[in-house]
């Protein structure tokens, strides 16, 4: 059994005059907590919902198309909703490369007091490189690591040409590569305005690595067909087609095939994209809205008696079944079970494209904020009224959560300096008590021993 002190007293008295208000704060507080922690899961769970409608958006379309070669090995392709379904033949001639340039052996030479080397490029543009400058070491001689350094930093080259030095097998050279394929990024360099020398004459000459060309492709066979020609290996001359190539064919090859068709799989990926995301958002808001089970234990959720929570559940429920230019997702194969979830079927759902091409997309319409359509944007302005950092409700609720929480915090400061001075005045007191109690003890065992002694006498 714990020894009765002053101090344990003293705790007893003053739990037990702030016990009540205690278990009330706590409870309190415990609530607040719990709101707090479902607001910013119901938060998480809308913005999850909104991006998956962002998303869907971003696509452009709900249906998709694809693209595909019948050889891999030449290069691939891509396909947007606005491709129109055919097959093509294509011949790779040959695919844009970079310039790329060496100097062998420059020699170190005293720093430039003549005028600057100028970069010229295949597109007409150029810059200027001050090699007067380039002296990063201050030791009067300038390096090849150092003009590399100067042609890279230069005003006016913006990365279009990078500098560096190779070693190989005891021969320095300093390489110029250009970061643009095709005949636009060829490379000269002029160096004319440096003063007669060792290095001007290094300048003048170069060596090819890699020569600057186009790319060429045949829209049919090479030589007969469409020529297409460009400094990139990106084509998009097919309407709502991009096609990169990577490697040329052998002249005189059979064109490959492209060919361009609707892709069902992508079509259906899309809708169960949006299904599978509003299934996650009811099941989150049904978890915050449940009403438990009293007989089991299971206590009810925190929103369970919360109208506005109940409303956003029934709003988004309403929406997702409302028709837009004259379609539903009923009619595009979604359907919803007893519980509210939604499935869609494939084979409903491709019926349904085929005899309508352009229902999926005006059912689903757009997100945007300047051209909002359909239930996406629909969805998305709904949701806006929940998520606004400035004015949402859930921002409303949330604030009102942390002045709530504030103001227990404050009573619980309040009870716990309440607690403090009984506690202190009791084992004042207590002690004071204990310590009459000690003295009348002594008291005591003087008077017996007093008596005792006089007994033994008589």
Request: hydrophobic share 35%; net charge neutral.
């Amino acid at each position: 059994m714990a020894d009765v002190t002053p101090a344990s007293n003293a705790s007893q008295l003053a739990t037990l005059y702030t016990q009540n208000a205690q278990s009330l704060l706590t409870r309190q507080t415990k609530t607040a907590q719990s709101t707090s922690s479902a607001l910013t899961k119901l938060q998480s769970s809308l913005q999850s919902f909104n991006t998956a409608l962002t998303t869907l958006s971003g696509k452009k379309s709900m249906q998709q198309s694809a693209a595909t070669f019948s050889a891999t090995t030449h290069g691939s392709a891509t396909a947007s909703a606005s491709a129109q379904a055919g097959t093509y033949s294509v011949f790779v001639e040959q695919i844009a490369t970079a310039h790329q340039i060496a100097f062998e052996d420059l020699p170190a030479v005293p720093v430039a007091t003549g005028g600057p080397i100028t970069v010229n490029l295949g597109n007409g543009g150029s810059f200027a490189v001050n090699l007067a400058a380039a002296d990063q070491d201050s030791d009067g001689t300038l390096s090849q690591a150092e003009i590399a350094r100067a042609i890279n930093q230069a005003s006016g080259n913006g990365g279009t040409v990078t500098a560096g030095v190779v070693t190989v097998g005891g021969k320095t050279q300093m390489v110029l590569s250009s970061t643009r394929t095709g005949l636009e990024g060829a490379i000269t360099l002029d160096a004319s305005a440096l003063p007669a020398s060792d290095l001007k004459t290094a300048l003048s000459g170069s060596r090819e690595l890699a020569a600057a060309q186009d790319a060429v492709v045949w829209l049919g066979p090479q030589g007969t067909g469409i020529e297409l020609r460009q400094a990139s290996n990106t084509f998009t001359a097919i309407d709502g087609v991009s096609m990169t190539f990577t490697q040329a064919m052998a002249a005189g090859a059979t064109p490959m095939t492209l060919t361009v068709a609707a892709d069902e799989s992508g079509t259906q990926g899309n809708v169960k994209a949006f299904v599978e995301a509003y299934n996650t958002l009811k099941k989150a808001l049904d978890d915050l809205t449940s009403t438990g089970d009293a007989d089991n234990g299971v206590s009810a959720a925190v929103f369970a008696s919360d109208s506005g929570i109940r409303n956003l559940k029934n709003r988004l429920n309403s929406m997702i079944r409302q028709d837009f230019g004259g379609a539903s997702l009923m009619s595009f194969g979604v359907s919803a079970d007893r519980s509210g979830n939604l499935s869609v079927d494939n084979a409903k759902l491709k019926k349904a494209v085929d005899a309508n091409p352009d229902g999926l997309d005006a059912l689903f319409g757009k997100t945007s904020l300047t051209a909002s359509s359909g239930m996406l944007g629909g969805l998305g302005s709904y949701l806006e009224g929940w998520l606004s950092s400035t004015n949402g409700q859930i921002k409303s609720r949330q604030d009102s959560m942390q002045r709530t929480q504030k103001a227990l915090n404050n009573k619980q400061t309040r009870l716990d300096n309440q607690y403090d001075n009984y506690y202190e005045r009791y084992l004042k007191q207590f002690s004071i008590l204990e310590s009459l109690q000690a003295q009348m003890s002594q008291s005591s065992s003087l008077m017996s021993s007093l008596f005792s002694s006089n007994s033994s006498k008589s």
